[in-house]
């Protein structure tokens, strides 16, 4: 294990996962709500971990094969996320607003999970972080690429755990019916630019 690289690493995945994207978004949701807070972090980390590893070890063929799949991937991950975004935007427009009334409306667990993968795997920027740009990077240290990848892993699971764990203290600010409405159309709206970023990407 090779410390300078594995730090070059956690520095790279923070600094690509940290920007408020879809994922994030939901993320800080479950947090605020309090609701299986541990598992979406755990799928969106894992996730990470899988996404990250294959880039590493299998880059260049990676690279050969992903533009086939991405106008697919970038058209219907703008889909879904527009319909998400309709979806908390009604949520904030028609429901009490309240954080308190939101906990009851959360889904069940399976369902929550569903939508974390969906929210992760129908996002072609995961692919193009983790797979290429990380894999690529990765490449730049011969014999060391594993190292590389488990600082980025390392700080996958940093930041989902803060931003997961972290929401909960934010929780008695969001009791206040307007400021989880103002939640909800934030989210609503990194959901849609996000789409839209899909959309006019080239």
């Known amino acids: 294990m090779s410390v300078p690289v594995f730090l070059t690493g956690l520095a790279m995945g923070l600094s690509l996962i940290v920007a408020i994207g879809a994922q ?3 993320v800080l949701r479950q947090g605020l709500l309090g609701r299986f807070v541990w598992p979406v972090t755990l799928v969106c980390a894992l996730s990470d971990t899988v ?5 590493v070890l299998c880059f ?4 050969q094969v992903l533009p086939a799949f991405e106008p697919v991937m970038r058209y219907g991950g703008a889909a879904f996320l527009t319909l998400y975004a309709a979806r908390n935007l009604h949520s904030a427009f028609t429901g009490s607003g309240a954080l308190a009334a939101a906990e009851t409306d959360g889904g069940s667990l399976s369902k929550t999970i569903l939508l974390c993968l969906a929210l992760t795997w129908l996002n072609p920027h995961v692919y193009l972080d983790t797979l290429v740009l990380l894999g690529s990077l990765s490449a730049q240290f011969h ?3 594993m ?5 980025a892993i390392t700080g996958s699971f940093l930041f989902f755990i803060a931003l997961g764990q972290g929401a909960a203290w934010l ?4 009791a206040r019916p307007r400021v ?3 939640v909800e159309v934030l989210i609503a709206l990194t959901m849609a630019a996000t789409a839209l970023r899909l959309v ?3």
């Open 24 to 26: 994030n978004a939901f």
């Open 51 to 55: 996404l990250i590893v294959v880039g």
């Open 60 to 63: 260049h063929q990676v690279a």
């Open 143 to 145: 014999g060391q690429q």
């Open 147 to 151: 190292s590389f990848a488990t600082g």
């Open 171 to 174: 929780r008695p600010l969001l």
């Open 180 to 182: 989880w409405q103002a």
């Open 200 to 202: 006019l990407m080239r």
